[in-house]
């Protein structure tokens, strides 16, 4: 079988049963979970599967929300080398809020031991990672804790935000694109989301490039909403370009070379004043 017939079964398989599985598929077509693996890309890049830990959803299921241990599997090598990056985001002795998501939990874990900051989040897991970190002040954004993501939603994290104003806010999204802006499936997390982007002058998306074009049911914002956006080089430059025209910096980090706070992987055109004050 050739690898676009094989593709083309994968397809029909994941909108038939919902999801597909590596393992599952390997012995299916009798081909090595490498193969499968290239074929899900292939499949993702075209737009008609989404990549999930260990196999792959049917593109275009808005309210599809993979749980905590399933996305911190997804994308890690990228994850990590946006969270390396955001480092350089962080603020000198000020204030930062930490939304929920896991690359975002990788930031939080590479803080440097020597950073002194106040950091804010509604994330339990990122809470717990900071909890003993000697140089921060944590405070943590009580509500109601949603089970899927861990995070706090409703009446008093919204409050709690509306209480703050923070240098730097570093957000995750499910789904980020120029033309449809930032989403993810739940309307609550949505507004916890929105208001902590209320709440900082400067605002920082990290997200990966599987999740450019993605939309999901719930929008909290638009890309002329953030300053800077944190990704890998699996965005094209023709749409970092596109998200620039939104007023957004994009920062492309790459894949095989070192990464920090220099302009590497920036689009070609790069713009060394593109903070924004939201004071």
Do not use: C
Not at 13 to 36: M, P, W, Y
Not at 103 to 127: D, G, M, N, Q
Not at 129 to 158: C, Y
Not at 162 to 180: K, P, Q, T, W, Y
């Amino acid at each position: 079988m050739y690898a676009p017939e094989r593709q083309q079964e994968i397809l029909r398989l994941a909108r038939d049963g919902g999801r597909v599985d590596v393992v599952s598929l390997a012995e299916e077509f009798q081909v090595t979970a490498e193969t499968i693996r290239r074929d899900l890309k292939t499949l993702d890049r075209a737009g008609l599967v989404q990549r999930v830990h260990g196999g792959a959803i049917p593109a275009g299921r808005l309210d599809f929300e993979p749980d905590l241990a399933e996305r911190e599997g997804t994308a890690a090598d990228e994850k990590d080398r946006i969270a390396q990056a955001a480092l350089a985001e962080l603020p000198s002795d000020g204030t930062i809020v930490l939304d929920a998501g896991t690359t975002i939990a990788r930031l939080a874990a590479a803080i440097p031991l020597e950073a002194a900051l106040t950091a804010v989040t509604h994330s339990l897991p990122i809470a717990a990672r900071l909890a003993d970190h000697p140089g921060i002040q944590l405070h943590l954004v009580g509500g109601r804790v949603r089970h899927r993501t861990r995070a706090a939603v409703d009446a008093w994290a919204l409050r709690a935000y509306g209480e703050i104003r923070a240098d730097v806010l570093f957000v995750a999204a499910n789904g980020f694109s120029a033309d449809h802006g930032l989403t993810t499936p739940d309307l609550a997390e949505a507004a916890v989301k929105r208001a902590a982007m209320a709440a900082a002058r400067r605002v920082v998306l990290l997200a990966d490039s599987s999740k450019h074009g993605q939309e999901h049911f719930a929008r909290f914002g638009d890309l002329s909403d953030v300053d800077l956006l944190i990704t890998d080089s699996g965005l094209s430059p023709e749409d970092a370009l596109a998200i620039e025209h939104k007023g957004t910096e994009v920062l492309r980090v790459p894949g095989t070379e070192p990464i920090g706070g220099s302009a590497a992987g920036r689009t070609d055109d790069p713009r060394t004043n593109g903070r924004k004050d939201r004071s």
